[in-house]
């Protein structure tokens, strides 16, 4: 049972399948294409329709999912990636 964890934490198709996840929930919900006209703060702005609020958000959490699992692999690129993570991540709670 240990080695089969060990192995799905080493596994590049488990990091794969959870990204497709988000990707596939936030196409399907129709969450993929929104834009921060969506958002009351922005809704009056010219330019807010073409910031893609949608497409960062689930960048963001993809970011997420990568920077847990490379952590989990004691991979020191996964903590640089989770920095980034937590500035899309903070951007996108303030708006």
């Known amino acids: 049972m240990l080695t089969l964890m ?3 934490n080493r596994s ?6 959870g990204i497709l996840i988000v990707i596939f929930m936030a196409y399907s919900s ?13 809704a009056h ?14 960048v963001s ?11 989990s692999r004691l991979n020191k690129f996964g903590n640089v990636v989770g920095t980034i993570n ?3 991540s903070g951007t996108i709670d303030f708006m």
């Open 30 to 42: 129709g969450y993929l294409f929104n834009n921060l006209t969506n958002i009351e703060m922005f």
């Open 61 to 71: 959490s993809s970011l997420s999912i990568i920077s847990t699992r490379l952590t």
């Open 6 to 8: 060990q192995k799905l």
């Open 12 to 17: 590049r198709i488990v990091d794969i399948v």
């Open 45 to 58: 702005d010219n330019w807010a329709k073409y910031v893609p609020f949608g497409i960062i958000s689930v």
């Open 86 to 88: 937590t500035l899309i």
